[in-house]
């Protein structure tokens, strides 16, 4: 009986749809063409279906072209951050809450970028970034981007769907992307408390900018640091050194 009775609620709510949609002369969906005393019960729970919707489809179709992945670094202590030896004693969660060891990129040459979405630097940084990883991606090379709102608040972007679909929308298929950090500061992430440890910029360790780069080897190690000016694709004669 329930069931039969939500059928005939989805019959009648798509009907009322049908009929605003078709009486409106703009394109906002006929929001505001809908008349509340003609289907006071239904239309109002069926537009917010059709957002759900779109965040759905936006995650299945960037899943048929990339592996993007949202994260956020996992808390270790000052102490411990300084003792490691490679980038494989952090871990990262995924948007659901799942552990994850960086130990899995063990082996692979890693690039690991603060990125933001409303930079001067974001559309060339995006652009080479790609190239990059279509470049060198089969032969080793893994690009780790950590979105990073602390440089002018350029990342204004929510972690998960609304992270996934502004890179789909900006054609940036740059590798693995994570949860939004702290690069710099008392709550920066410890990853970025230990990159900075190991390979100090020319004024100080502070990350100066967005889309600062670290290069890391096969062994978990930095080796190299670039500034946030520097081209991308300047970086490919040391990345060809490491593969």
Known sequence: MYIRHMQSVS???????????TRTTNRNFGIAAISVNKCPR????????????????????LATKSHYSTAAAVDMSDGDYKN?????????????????????????????????SKCGLTKNNYKKLTDLKEKYGERGLTILNFPC???????????????????????????EVFAKIDVNGDNAAPLYKYLKAKQSGT?????????TKFLVNREGVPINRYAPTTDPMDIAKDIEKLL
């Open 11 to 21: 019959r009648q709510a798509f009907r009322c749809f049908q009929l605003s949609t």
């Open 42 to 61: 239904y239309c109002a729970v069926l537009l917010p279906l059709f957002a759900v919707v779109g965040n759905v489809e936006c995650s299945a179709d």
């Open 84 to 116: 490691a030896a490679s980038i494989y004693e952090f871990n990262v969660k995924d948007t659901h809450g799942n552990d994850v060891s960086l130990e899995k990129y063990k082996g692979q040459v890693i690039l690991i970028v603060n990125i933001a």
């Open 203 to 211: 004024l100080g360790s502070g990350i100066k900018w967005n889309f």
């Open 149 to 175: 709102n602390q440089f002018g608040s350029q990342m204004p972007e929510a972690d998960g769907e609304a992270m996934v679909c502004h890179l789909r929308d900006s054609k940036a298929d740059i590798g």
